[in-house]
């Protein structure tokens, strides 16, 4: 438990500065931003902070240095391996970026806006809209989670394979850095190759270098015209196959390419009842694959002659092609309702893999059958963004178990795909980050180099270790 001599030190220190409203200290309203989102972890803070501009950023960080308390930075708090959630809670203040969210500009001139951190994803997407502009970013989580956390995650999602992760869409940043200084690099330059890009040790930090207060994105004109498709194959081997045709016949016009197994739909029929079916859901596994484009463009068309090709040749054996924006939306519904599914079938383990595009099918196969070999009662799910050599290859565990059979179940699966992983020389970590979830799993990875360089940047920068400590490296203490 944190003293409440230093949480009075710290409204003492803030409160005139920042105002009552900016710093939440009593258990019951800290809580949600003290639980993670699968609510499997609840920790504690001396504080929550939660500053309305940059400069409060700045009275905040160089409050909490002269305490001698370390910063949990935290957007949307839809991060899924505990990187916004306290571990020492006696020393730690998360600081919110929730009162930050304006939309300081959208510029369809220069394709770019200028955002604040706490500005949720969705509201950035429909700011850029509102001026026929598009922010590809996109996620289950869009409605919740925010831009500073998408930065500081370098988030992925399902339009990654045409537009890039967060990072490709960055053109700018604002940091409030640990002395409390501030990095002031919101340009909007396309190209700019003056030396080391500095923006770039911030992202996918996941709060361990600074605090993102605002950003610079890069903007695309809105696709207006999509066409979304559901596709029955028989194998992944065939899913990888349709997706090089897919490329190369729809000029990567293509936006997502997701594949999911058929049990995908039962699971999102447990979260969601009142979906209907939209195919029969016999086949071994499923795409659900979408073109857009703007302008001149007829994706309508492209998709449809595409898909005849693809059916005529045995790739297809089953499709569905969405005739409006709302059976597109009923097709994503099962995609997104899997998830909420899943965590209704109780405490499992999520992985977040990325490995060579064409080696997907084996790794797969492969990992799958060591689960089965030393966790036979469990089921493995496997989906995600195939386009990216991204999957998330989970694993439920049956019901009736206890708590602590359950986490066996997961411990166990987790040591078996890690080793197949390896083989394929894979990554533990392809979207989420590494938190502290995924701490151990990443330090034990690393090289001598590696680690050594990891090291070096956060001392240089943050050599008090006041910066989201514990999180992706466990560095200790200097002072
Ligand atoms: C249903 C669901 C679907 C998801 N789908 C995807 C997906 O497809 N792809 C994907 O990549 N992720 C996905 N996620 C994970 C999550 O949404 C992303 O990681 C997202 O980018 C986190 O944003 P956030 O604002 O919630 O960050 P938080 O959870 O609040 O924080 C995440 C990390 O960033 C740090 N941080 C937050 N804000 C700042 C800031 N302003 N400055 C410095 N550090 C900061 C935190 O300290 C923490 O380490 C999903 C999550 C859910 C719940």
Same mark, same amino acid.
């Given at each position: ?124 997407? =429909? ?46 940043? =604002? ?174 383990l999520r992985t977040d893999i990325?490995v ?7 790794f797969v196969?492969e990992a799958e059958a060591a689960v089965?070999?030393a966790a036979?009662?469990?089921?493995c799910?496997s ?8 999957v998330h290859l989970n694993v ?14 997961i411990h166990t699966a987790k040591k078996e795909i890690n080793a197949v992983l390896d083989r394929y020389?894979g990554?533990i ?12 799993d990443? =330090? ?36």
């Amino acid at each position: 438990m944190h003293s409440s001599h230093t949480t009075a030190d710290l409204q003492a220190a803030l409160r005139a500065r920042l105002g009552d409203a900016a710093i939440v200290t009593e258990a019951t309203a800290m809580l949600p931003y003290c639980r993670d989102w699968h609510g499997d972890v609840t920790s504690d803070a001396v504080a929550v902070i939660r500053p309305r501009s940059t400069a409060e950023v700045c009275d905040a960080v160089q409050a909490c240095r002269n305490l001698g308390l370390s910063i949990v930075p935290q957007g949307g708090n839809t991060g899924l391996v505990l990187g916004a959630i306290p571990d020492r809670p006696e020393r730690e203040v998360i600081l919110s970026l929730e009162r930050m969210k304006a939309v300081r500009s959208v510029d369809p001139d220069d394709f770019s806006m200028v955002v604040e951190a706490g500005c949720i994803l969705a509201e950035a997407k =429909e700011a850029a809209a509102s001026k026929g502009m598009f922010f590809p970013l996109a996620l289950g989580a869009q409605g919740s989670c925010r831009i500073g956390g998408n930065i500081s995650t370098n988030a992925g999602g399902i339009n990654v394979l045409r537009y890039g992760m967060t990072r490709e869409l960055v053109l700018g940043l =604002e940091v409030v850095l640990p002395d409390g200084t501030v990095l002031d690099s919101l340009s909007t330059l396309r190209k700019d190759n003056r030396g080391i890009d500095l923006k770039q040790l911030f992202i996918g930090a996941e709060g361990t270098l600074g605090i993102v207060t605002a950003a610079t994105l890069k903007l695309t004109p809105f696709p207006d015209r999509v066409a979304t498709a559901l596709l029955g194959l028989n194998s992944l081997e065939d899913v990888m196959r349709l997706y090089r045709r897919a490329r190369r016949d729809c000029c990567d016009l293509m936006s997502a390419f997701e594949f999911m197994p058929p049990i995908a739909f039962a699971l999102a029929r447990e979260a969601m009842p009142d979906l209907t079916m939209p195919i029969s859901g016999d086949c071994p596994v499923y795409v659900l694959m979408e073109i857009s484009g703007s302008g001149l463009v007829d994706v309508d068309d492209l998709m449809q002659r595409f898909l005849e090709n693809v059916l005529d040749d045995g790739l297809v054996i089953d499709g569905v092609l969405a005739a409006s924006a709302t059976q597109a939306r009923n097709l994503w519904l099962f995609r997104e309702g899997m998830n909420e599914g899943q965590a209704r079938r109780g405490t499992h383990l999520r992985t977040d893999i990325s490995v060579q595009l064409s080696r997907l099918p084996d790794f797969v196969r492969e990992a799958e059958a060591a689960v089965a070999a030393a966790a036979p009662d469990c089921v493995c799910v496997s989906y995600g963004h195939v386009g990216d050599g991204n999957v998330h290859l989970n694993v439920l565990p049956p019901s009736g178990l206890s708590s602590v059979e359950r986490s066996n179940r997961i411990h166990t699966a987790k040591k078996e795909i890690n080793a197949v992983l390896d083989r394929y020389h894979g990554s533990i970590s392809a979207e989420h980050g590494i938190g502290r979830l995924k701490r151990a799993d990443f =330090e034990e990875r690393l090289s001598d180099v590696q680690r050594h360089l990891l090291t070096a940047i956060k001392t240089a920068i943050d050599p008090a270790m006041i910066m989201n400590p514990g999180c992706q490296l466990n560095l200790g203490e200097l002072s």
